[in-house]
């Protein structure tokens, strides 16, 4: 099987403080979790060129066109990846040459990402704000390893303050990557929430598929390369988090978060 057919936690870790607010009974959510990297800012075309590259150098010659790395997206976590990949397209790679290819893959993207800063997808700087402002926890449960994250910290910025998050899930945390809910229950147990607390929001459906198993509710924002997927019919899909003119929270999300509904 050919590799097109196969296609078709931050280093240190933030102490948990639970917000208080004088508004906190009018809160439809405790805890809003951001479900991944991709729901933060647009990178797959420069996680896409990196593992071209990292691929090339170690002699494969596996090269990842949008279109392919579209279909692998349905499946996160890049070591992940490469394995399935490995072992359809009969390559052999050892844990050791995925894991150099992948680390090779992750200081390509991670110099460029710091280089070129990344602007956030929109909507996001307004949630982070509006939730610090009203008292609702923050938390990040991704699938990606630390150092992407404190890449994507460095190149946002300042405009996305992890020290102000209750609590940073990476692939380093647990043993099973989504669509297992084990990145959601762990940050679950770490804050002390329950899943009816929470509101979850993801930029695929496998990663969806991971906070709606551990019971949370979950609202989809694909990225650029995961318009196309098939998301369960129940879940809220959204273009993006911000109103049409890209600066403001949109109105039906800011009620799934504050429930604004009880202040009229």
């Known amino acids: ?36 990297i991709g729901v933060i800012a647009e990178t797959s075309d420069i996680q896409r060129e990196a593992y071209n590259q990292a691929l090339g150098e170690a002699g494969l010659s596996w090269r990842w ?3 392919v790395y579209r279909d692998l997206l349905g499946l996160p976590g890049g070591r992940d990846r490469l394995r ?9 790679l050892s844990d050791a040459q995925i894991a150099a290819i992948h680390a090779r893959k992750t200081e390509l993207a991670c ?10 997808r929109p ?12 008292g609702v926890t923050l938390g990040l449960v991704t699938s990606t390893y630390p150092a992407n994250i404190a890449a994507i910290e460095k190149g946002a910025g300042g405009r996305l303050p992890l020290d102000r998050f209750a ?3 990476s692939r380093d945390d647990v043993s099973r990557g989504k669509p297992d809910p084990a990145a959601y229950l762990h940050a679950l147990q770490r804050t002390g929430y329950g899943a009816e607390d929470a509101l979850a929001i993801e930029d695929t459906a496998v ?8 019971g949370v509710e979950v609202i ?5 390369l995961a318009d196309e997927q098939d998301f369960l019919s129940h879940e809220r899909v959204f273009g993006a988090l911000a109103t049409a003119d890209g600066g403001a929270l949109r109105d039906d999300i800011r009620r799934l978060i504050f429930d604004d509904a009880k202040e009229a």
């Not at 990663?207 to 551990?214: D, H, K, P, V």
């Open 1 to 36: 099987m050919s590799v097109r057919d196969a296609g078709a936690g931050v280093a240190k870790r933030y102490p948990f403080r639970r917000c208080s607010s004088m508004k906190a009974d009018l809160l439809a959510k405790s805890i809003v979790f951001l479900g991944s």
């Open 65 to 67: 066109e949008r279109r």
């Open 84 to 92: 399935l990949l490995s072992d359809a397209a009969g390559a052999g």
């Open 111 to 120: 110099a460029r990402i710091v280089e070129d800063g990344v602007n956030l």
């Open 123 to 134: 909507g996001v700087e307004a949630l982070i704000a509006s939730c610090l402002e009203r």
């Open 167 to 169: 609590v940073v899930v």
């Open 207 to 214: 990663s969806a598929l991971s906070a709606r198993r551990a």
């Open 220 to 224: 989809v924002t694909p990225g650029a």
